[in-house]
């Protein structure tokens, strides 16, 4: 009868031990990591937390740069608001219905440009921080277009501004004023005056998308023709949101979008026909 059962207990006499067997030379001069080494290994993290230390740093250094310029044009456009107000409402009639209204229009309307004009400053801030951490076809792509980008954005906000909100504007007040007498206050003329420009001068990025897609292999230019009817659809549907319940201002931003899908089909072709061609060569 064999006391440990068939072996099947978890501690065996150490008679029961196997004898180690003699190391060749060559397996003794080997040595093997002891447990002590194995652990040291495990417990070390992921990221060094010295080069954890030093991204949160520069990433520190790069928000406060930007906080800086943000108040710098706070200050400058709070400070001249009596001077370009006057363009910006284009002479119309607005009304305040408070005196702390005022204040909160004055730092609502300064807060919004500031923004905007700080914008280019803070992308190229965020460039600084990210431009390391990125692959060298990014890198390069996003060097190249920051500008055009930049361009194509306040190319939108001037399409708003001149063409969509006045012309939308206009309309909306003339169905209103044959059965009411139309008093328009001022922030809400902001808000309008905001909702008609900024998302255009986003959607007027819609090529340079495309073509980083394109760039690192998400987008063709076979893809997108074959959406291309789905894609409509969802722009009548954005321009919809994005825009006065009207259907001038709706009309007046879809066709422009229509015409920048075409074009992003167009630039993404001819990359990809110049990328054939230098594979060929």
Do not use: C
């Given at each position: 009868?064999?006391?440990?059962?068939?072996?099947?207990?978890?501690?065996?006499?150490?008679?029961?031990?196997?004898?180690?067997?003699?190391?060749?030379?060559?397996?003794?001069?080997?040595?093997?990591?002891?447990?002590?080494?194995?652990?040291?290994?495990?417990?070390?993290?992921?990221?060094?937390?010295?080069?954890?230390?030093?991204?949160?740093?520069?990433?520190?250094?790069?928000?406060?740069?930007?906080?800086?310029?943000?108040?710098?044009?706070?200050?400058?456009?709070?400070?001249?608001?009596?001077?370009?107000?006057?363009?910006?409402?284009?002479?119309?009639?607005?009304?305040?219905?408070?005196?702390?209204?005022?204040?909160?229009?004055?730092?609502?309307?300064?807060?919004?440009?500031?923004?905007?004009?700080?914008?280019?400053?803070?992308v190229h801030f965020l460039w600084i921080f990210v431009k390391p951490g990125l692959k060298e076809e990014e890198s390069r792509f996003l060097g190249l277009y920051a500008p055009v980008m930049l361009v194509l954005f306040l190319m939108g906000v001037a399409f708003g501004y001149f063409v969509v909100n006045p012309l939308s504007y206009t309309f909306l007040v003339g169905i209103g004023a044959k059965n009411f007498d139309v008093m328009v206050s001022a922030s809400e003329y902001m808000h309008f005056l905001v909702m008609t420009t900024v998302p255009l001068g986003l959607l007027f990025e819609l090529p340079i998308v495309a073509l980083f897609l394109s760039s690192i292999g998400v987008l063709t230019a076979e893809s997108m023709k074959k959406i291309r009817g789905w894609s409509y659809i969802a722009m009548g549907i954005g321009s919809a949101v994005i825009t006065p319940p009207d259907f001038i201002s709706q009309l007046l931003v879809l066709v422009p979008m229509v015409i920048l899908y075409e074009i992003s089909i167009y630039l993404v072709k001819r990359i990809e026909r110049k990328q054939i061609e230098s594979t060929a060569q």
């Open positions: 009868m064999d006391p440990y059962e068939d072996r099947k207990r978890k501690y065996l006499s150490p008679l029961d031990k196997k004898e180690a067997k003699p190391l060749t030379p060559v397996e003794a001069f080997v040595e093997t990591p002891t447990e002590t080494d194995q652990a040291s290994v495990t417990d070390q993290p992921l990221f060094p937390m010295a080069s954890l230390f030093e991204h949160i740093t520069e990433l520190r250094k790069q928000i406060i740069k930007g906080l800086v310029v943000f108040i710098l044009f706070f200050i400058v456009v709070f400070s001249t608001i009596n001077i370009w107000f006057p363009y910006v409402t284009r002479g119309h009639s607005l009304i305040i219905l408070g005196p702390l209204e005022v204040v909160k229009f004055y730092m609502t309307i300064s807060t919004t440009l500031a923004f905007g004009l700080s914008m280019p400053f803070l």
